[in-house]
C-alpha cells in the first residue's frame, strides 16, 4: 500500500520558519519526482514546489520562490520543504504528491499518489 505521510506543520509567527517532512512507502519513490501543494481554507488546492527524482531540478511558485526550498534524500523516502520568511498568506494544509515519472511537473492531475496533509498556520 502507497503511503506518503507529512509532518512538521504547526503554529508559527509570521517571519517564522518550518520544515515539513514527507515520508514515503509502499514503492520506491527515489524514481519519482515528488511535489508539495497547498489548500486555504475556501481556495482551491495549489502548486508550491516540485522537484524531480535526482533532485536536480526544482520549481517553485512565484509566492514562495526565494523563501521555501525543496530537497529529498532517496535513501530515506523522504521529501522535505523549508519555509522561511512565513506570512500570514502561508497558512494551509500542506500536501505531498508522488508522480510516477522522473520529470517533475506542476499541475495537480499530474501527481498519482497523495497525502493527507499537515496544516501550518501562520499568525501572531
Known amino acids: 500500500q502507497v503511503q506518503l505521510v507529512e509532518s512538521g506543520g504547526g503554529l508559527v509567527q509570521p517571519g517564522g520558519s518550518l520544515r515539513l517532512s514527507c515520508a514515503a512507502s509502499?514503492?520506491?519513490?527515489?524514481?519519482?519526482?515528488m511535489g508539495w501543494f497547498r489548500q486555504a481554507p475556501g481556495k482551491e488546492r495549489e502548486f508550491v514546489a516540485a522537484?524531480?527524482?535526482?533532485?536536480?531540478?526544482?520549481y517553485y511558485a512565484d509566492s514562495v520562490k526565494g523563501r521555501f526550498t525543496i530537497s529529498r534524500v532517496n535513501a530515506k523516502n523522504t521529501v522535505y520543504l523549508q519555509m522561511n520568511s512565513l506570512k500570514p498568506a502561508d497558512t494551509a494544509v500542506y500536501y505531498c504528491?508522488?508522480?510516477?515519472?522522473?520529470?517533475?511537473?506542476?499541475?495537480?492531475?499530474?501527481?498519482?499518489?497523495w497525502g493527507q496533509g499537515t496544516q501550518v498556520t501562520v499568525s501572531s
Open positions: 509502499g514503492r520506491t519513490f527515489s524514481s519519482d519526482a
Open positions: 522537484i524531480s527524482w535526482s533532485g536536480v531540478s526544482t
Open positions: 504528491a508522488a508522480r510516477a515519472s522522473r520529470v517533475a511537473v506542476t499541475t495537480l492531475d499530474g501527481y498519482d499518489y
